[in-house]
């Protein structure tokens, strides 16, 4: 059996008459990468908050690191480390500086504190950096300063909430691979955020929260069937070749101005074959063909209730 780092049953958590968590299930198995996805104000930072014990819930089971955080809070605090979504650098002393105040508050020797800054700055591309001060560093380093700060009580279990909000692209890929370091190293990681591409990429599951509660959980290929509206695009040229095509396909929906038919298709070879098999057979060849598969972008749209704009598809060329 698969040992959770997070069990969470029925959490509950209230402001006055707001609900912000409405009877929230969570389980997290050890060394693996969990995803929370949500729009803004669905309840994603709260729950961080309570299972980092920073606040309590109003009602549920839970443990975390095998801990209950409303009745041994030290313990939790003892296996986890937490990235918040705005830095916890101080910018006015330095990158080592601001481990050295870690590894204090770790309550290590002075001795063990310097190493532990030295490894965890080299670890993280800050060894050039580390006598200057943090404010001098890009929103990138910042944010590795941050998670370095994070390891320095060797926690089991890392919160990461929104943790490449306002990176570039470069850092961001930079900050998903020593994500996936942390957790071939044996570390659990509970990651919130609004990327979904972010999620793709990084989770082992993805639990979709709103309005409180969880709308889906699953692996990102699970939540992808979820959604209906795969399809095949083909275009034309020749006015005659899309009338033509647009009767051997007759499923098919029409665009006439364009001069485009979208296909029903999961996207599968089998799928593909038996569309160019029926055009071959009436002697047809469309000028581009594009497949379109649900990605998370649909999943988050059709699962949430923000969906105000209509979704632009991503296409693949084919």
Known sequence: MTNLAIAANGLRKAYGDKTVLDGVDLAVPEGTIFSLLGPNGAGKTTAVKILSTLITADAGDLQVGGHNPATNP???????GVTGQFSAVDGLITGEE?????????????????????ELLERFDLTDAAKKPAS??????????????????????????EPTTGLDPRSRHNMWQIIRELVTGGVTVFLTTQYLEE????????????????????????LKRLVPGGHVRLRFTDPAAYRAAATALSEATSDDETLALQIPSDGSQRDLRTVLDRLDTAGIEADELTVHTPDLDDVFFALTATAAVPHQSKENAR
Request: charged share 30%; glycine share 8%; aromatic share 2%.
């Open 74 to 80: 030290q313990a939790v605090r003892a296996a986890i």
């Open 98 to 118: 601001n481990m050295l105040l870690m590894a204090d508050l770790h309550h290590l020797s002075r001795r063990e504190g310097r190493r532990v800054a030295a």
């Open 136 to 161: 001098t560093y890009s929103g990138g380093m910042k944010r590795r300063l941050d998670i370095a700060m994070t390891l320095v009580g060797d926690p089991r279990i890392i919160f990461l909430d």
């Open 199 to 222: 999620a793709d990429q990084l989770a082992d599951r993805i639990a979709v929260l709103n309005d409180g509660r969880i709308a889906a959980e699953g692996t990102a290929d699970e």
